[in-house]
C-alpha cells in the first residue's frame, strides 16, 4: 500500500500548488454555483484532472470517483481498487480567500478503505494514513483526544446548505445542545480537514448532515487509524452512504451520540 500513498501524496500536492497559485488572481476565476450555496471554479477542475493524471499514469485500471467529474472505470473496465477524490474541498472559503480549504484522496479496495490523505496547502500540512499503520501529520504519529467526557471538549461541525435544509430546525437544535454542553465549536468549512483536525486531538468530536463520500472517505480512515469512531448520526456504519457523519475519540462519540440522539428521533426524548 506505500506505493498507493506515494501516489496520492505526490497527486494531493500537486493539486495544493494548483489552488495556491490561483489564490493571487480570485479576481479573475470563472465562478459557478452547481446548486445553492454551491460554488465549482475552474481551479477544482484543473487541482482534479492533474490528481487524475497523476493516479492514472500508474493505475490505469483503477476507477475514480471525483466531485467535479464524477465516476470513470479504468482502462479494463473493472477494478476492486476505487479512487475518491475531492481536489478542493472548502471552494465557498476558497472564492474569498478565506485560508481554509484542503485536498482528500482516498482509496478503497472493495469496500474497504486503505489509504487517505488530507492536504492543507495553506498551512503545508500533510495528513496521511494506511489501513493498519496509523494516520500521521507530517510523518508523526497523531492520536485522537483522551477527553472522557463533553465537558470542556471542542467541537467540529458545518451548517447544511446547498438544496438540503431539511434539516435545518433540527441542526439548530443540536448546535445549541452542543454548545452548552461543550467549551466551544467550531465550523471551518472543510470537512476533510475538520475529520483529519479530530484524528490529531485538535478537535475531540464532529458532526455533520448531508456530506458526500469524497468530503470524508480519507477523514474517515485517518480517524480510525487515530484510534477514535466514525458512524452516521444514528450510530451506525452507514456515513459514507448517508453523508450524516458523527465523528470523535470512542467517549467523546458517544457522548455526542447520546447528547444529539433525542432531536434525531423526538418521542425518545
Not at 119 to 130: A, G, S, V
Amino acid at each position: 500500500m506505500q506505493a498507493f500513498l506515494t501516489t496520492a501524496v505526490q497527486a494531493a500536492r500537486r493539486a495544493g500548488d494548483i489552488a495556491i497559485r490561483a489564490l493571487s488572481r480570485l479576481d479573475q476565476l470563472d465562478i459557478r454555483a452547481k446548486a445553492r450555496n454551491d460554488y465549482v471554479t475552474q481551479v477544482d477542475q484543473a487541482a482534479e484532472q492533474a490528481i487524475l493524471e497523476s493516479i492514472r499514469k500508474r493505475y490505469p485500471d483503477h476507477s475514480c470517483l471525483a466531485e467535479e467529474s464524477g465516476y470513470s472505470t479504468g482502462k479494463s473496465g473493472h477494478s476492486e481498487f476505487q479512487w475518491i477524490i475531492d481536489p478542493l474541498d472548502g471552494t465557498t472559503n476558497y472564492v474569498h480567500g478565506f485560508p481554509t480549504f484542503s485536498v482528500s484522496i482516498a482509496l478503497r479496495r472493495k469496500d474497504t478503505l486503505e489509504v487517505g490523505v488530507v492536504y492543507d496547502p495553506c498551512r503545508q500540512e500533510l495528513f496521511t494514513t494506511m489501513r493498519g499503520s496509523g494516520a500521521q501529520l507530517d510523518g508523526k504519529r497523531i492520536r485522537v483526544s483522551e477527553r472522557k467526557e463533553l465537558e470542556g471538549t471542542l467541537i467540529g461541525t458545518g451548517f447544511p446548505y446547498r438544496s438540503n435544509t431539511r434539516w435545518m430546525k433540527t441542526y439548530l437544535q443540536m448546535l445549541g445542545s452542543v454548545m452548552e454542553n461543550t467549551a466551544g465549536v467550531r465550523r471551518p468549512g472543510s470537512a476533510a480537514l475538520d475529520l483529519s483536525y479530530v484524528a490529531a486531538g485538535r478537535l475531540d468530536g464532529f458532526f455533520e448532515f448531508g456530506l458526500e463520500i469524497w468530503d470524508t472517505a480519507a477523514g474517515t480512515l485517518m480517524i480510525q487509524e487515530a484510534g477514535g469512531l466514525v458512524t452516521s448520526l444514528t450510530g451506525k456504519d452507514s456515513h459514507l452512504d448517508s453523508g450524516d457523519v458523527l465523528a470523535g475519540n470512542p467517549k467523546v462519540h458517544d457522548a455526542l451520540h447520546a447528547l444529539l440522539t433525542p432531536y434525531l428521533n423526538p418521542s425518545s426524548s
